[in-house]
């Protein structure tokens, strides 16, 4: 009989350079955990949520099936080899959740591509040709090789892969596997995912007025966007906000004049979304 | 001093009033908006105002600018409140001075018109059962909302 196939989102990292948990930007709507955890579902048996001991009641994290690692201060390889110690039997499909681009055909490809004979199965890389081992299938037979190499004191998981002569494939969408660690990588990747247009990222301003001050949360705030034009701007804004005000039924104001959606924005230029207005 | 204001102190019905006095003038029209108890079959307890100042000052000048212009009268002001206001109070006050009633009157008309429809200012009403919304905004809201709700279920 075969392996049952299992899935795991790591989810433990620390977000240094993002400067805020990774697992929870949202992407049109949806935290990327809750995207990675929708992908893995038709394919697995089970899902899991790879979490640090210290993260096991975080909110975003809480909700899914969780695994705590093992083993600290060792990065997602902690994550891979706690779950093969805790379901042996089972195979492991492991999915990073700093994949906001990942597609569901490049996670089917993976799967019927899969060498159930090698120790793991994973793309090769469309940047540097190495393998990408936080989208790869783990095989029940790799738990001992992987312990092993642990127990050695090594912690690369994609070295893990190379010595252990991983099935490799192509990846059939070249930027499917791209993560994103910074805030313009995110804001990038927004903009890949809502189809609006990027330009080289600027420095931006955003005031918050009436209702979209309250689903903002805040008043005023300035980021790093790609967003070519104040369309684009809410689109990205939109999917990190719980924003229920359609853009048609909004103006738009640069630099406290009115403007144009389509208004190219530049750097230092302060942007107001209007909600509909109710003087008198 | 612009003619169009914001203030967070109760309106000044009678300064504003004595600002438009012209010697030229025989007519004079105003009105004020007030907060009332009752919207769309809610009971209104409280009103709050809030607005993007810096448009809503110039596109305020426009709108009195445009008024004067196309009816002429000799002055034209304009003043809204902002923050909390309690039931019966002043919310804006418009008022239009000129040689004759006719063209006061279709000022201050025009000028409260377009202020409602132009110029960034919101209003949230808190209702006696303990209810707010942001007006023309909210039913646009729980919309959305129900729409949310509707797809949640293919996830």
Same mark, same amino acid.
């Given at each position: 009989?075969?392996?049952?196939?299992?899935?795991?989102?790591?989810?433990?990292?620390?977000?240094?350079?993002?400067?805020?948990?990774?697992?929870?930007?949202?992407?049109?709507?949806?935290?990327?955990?809750?995207?990675?955890?929708?992908?893995?579902?038709?394919?697995?048996?089970?899902?899991?949520?790879?979490?640090?001991?210290?993260?096991?009641?975080?909110?975003?994290?809480?909700?899914?099936?969780?695994?705590?690692?093992?083993?600290?201060?060792?990065?997602?390889?902690?994550?891979?080899?706690?779950?093969?110690?805790?379901?042996?039997?089972?195979?492991?499909?492991?999915?990073?959740?700093?994949?906001?681009?990942?597609?569901?055909?490049?996670?089917?490809?993976?799967?019927?591509?899969?060498?159930?004979?090698?120790?793991?199965?994973?793309?090769?890389?469309?940047?540097?040709?190495?393998?990408?081992?936080?989208?790869?299938?783990?095989?029940?037979?790799?738990?001992?090789?992987?312990?092993?190499?642990?127990?050695?004191?090594?912690?690369?998981?994609?070295?893990?892969?190379?010595?252990?002569?991983?099935?490799?494939?192509?990846?059939?969408?070249?930027?499917?596997?791209?993560?994103?660690?910074?805030?313009?990588?995110?804001?990038?990747?927004?903009?890949?995912?809502?189809?609006?247009?990027?330009?080289?990222?600027?420095?931006?301003?955003?005031?918050?007025?009436?209702?979209?001050?309250?689903?903002?949360?805040?008043?005023?705030?300035?980021?790093?966007?790609?967003?070519?034009?104040?369309?684009?701007?809410?689109?990205?804004?939109?999917?990190?906000?719980?924003?229920?005000?359609?853009?048609?039924?909004?103006?738009?104001?640069?630099?406290?004049?009115?403007?144009?959606?389509?208004?190219?924005?530049?750097?230092?230029?302060?942007?107001?979304?209007?909600?509909?207005?109710?003087?008198? | 001093?612009?003619?169009?204001?914001?203030?967070?102190?109760?309106?000044?019905?009678?300064?504003?009033?004595?600002?438009?006095?012209?010697?030229?003038?025989?007519?004079?029209?105003?009105?004020?908006?007030?907060?009332?108890?009752?919207?769309?079959?809610?009971?209104?307890? =409280? /009103?709050?105002?809030? @607005?993007?100042?810096?448009? +809503? *000052?110039?596109? $305020?000048?426009?709108?009195?600018?445009?008024?004067? #212009?196309?009816?002429?009268?000799?002055?034209?002001?304009?003043?809204? =409140? /902002?923050?909390?206001? @309690?039931?019966?109070?002043? +919310? *804006?006050?418009? $008022?239009?001075?000129?040689?004759?009633?006719?063209? #006061?009157?279709?000022?201050?008309?025009?000028?409260?018109?377009?202020?409602?429809?132009?110029?960034?200012?919101?209003?949230?009403?808190?209702?006696?059962? $303990?209810?707010?919304?942001?007006?023309?905004?909210?039913?646009?809201?729980?919309?959305?909302?129900?729409?949310?709700?509707?797809?949640?279920?293919?996830?």
């Amino acid at each position: 009989m075969d392996a049952p196939l299992y899935g795991l989102v790591l989810a433990g990292g620390r977000s240094t350079r993002m400067g805020r948990d990774k697992a929870a930007l949202r992407y049109a709507g949806r935290t990327q955990l809750e995207r990675a955890m929708a992908l893995l579902a038709p394919h697995v048996a089970r899902a899991y949520v790879s979490v640090r001991r210290d993260q096991h009641a975080d909110a975003v994290r809480a909700r899914f099936p969780q695994i705590q690692d093992r083993l600290e201060g060792l990065g997602p390889i902690a994550g891979i080899l706690a779950a093969q110690e805790e379901h042996p039997e089972a195979a492991w499909l492991v999915l990073a959740c700093d994949l906001p681009l990942l597609d569901a055909a490049t996670l089917a490809h993976l799967l019927a591509s899969r060498d159930r004979a090698a120790l793991a199965s994973a793309y090769r890389s469309s940047h540097d040709g190495l393998p990408e081992p936080l989208c790869a299938i783990y095989e029940p037979r790799s738990r001992a090789a992987l312990a092993d190499y642990v127990a050695r004191g090594r912690d690369c998981p994609r070295k893990f892969l190379i010595n252990a002569g991983a099935h490799l494939l192509e990846e059939p969408n070249p930027r499917a596997l791209d993560n994103i660690n910074t805030p313009t990588e995110y804001g990038s990747a927004t903009d890949t995912l809502t189809g609006t247009p990027m330009t080289q990222p600027k420095h931006l301003h955003v005031q918050y007025y009436a209702l979209l001050r309250e689903q903002a949360g805040r008043r005023e705030e300035s980021l790093h966007s790609g967003a070519a034009d104040p369309r684009a701007l809410y689109a990205e804004l939109a999917a990190r906000y719980p924003f229920t005000l359609d853009p048609q039924v909004l103006r738009v104001a640069v630099n406290a004049e009115f403007a144009d959606w389509s208004t190219p924005l530049n750097d230092g230029d302060t942007v107001v979304f209007i909600p509909p207005v109710a003087g008198g | 001093m612009t003619a169009f204001r914001f203030t967070r102190a109760p309106i000044d019905v009678a300064r504003l009033r004595s600002g438009l006095a012209e010697p030229s003038c025989g007519g004079f029209a105003a009105f004020e908006g007030w907060v009332r108890d009752h919207n769309e079959g809610e009971r209104v307890q =409280r /009103l709050e105002y809030e @607005a993007f100042e810096a448009l +809503a *000052v110039r596109e $305020g000048e426009r709108i009195l600018a445009e008024a004067m #212009a196309r009816f002429g009268v000799t002055r034209a002001a304009c003043e809204h =409140r /902002l923050g909390d206001l @309690a039931i019966g109070e002043v +919310a *804006v006050w418009v $008022g239009a001075s000129a040689p004759h009633r006719h063209e #006061a009157f279709l000022a201050a008309r025009y000028i409260i018109d377009e202020v409602k429809h132009r110029v960034p200012i919101w209003k949230k009403e808190y209702y006696l059962n $303990g209810d707010s919304g942001w007006v023309n905004c909210e039913r646009c809201a729980s919309n959305a909302g129900a729409d949310a709700a509707a797809h949640a279920h293919h996830r």
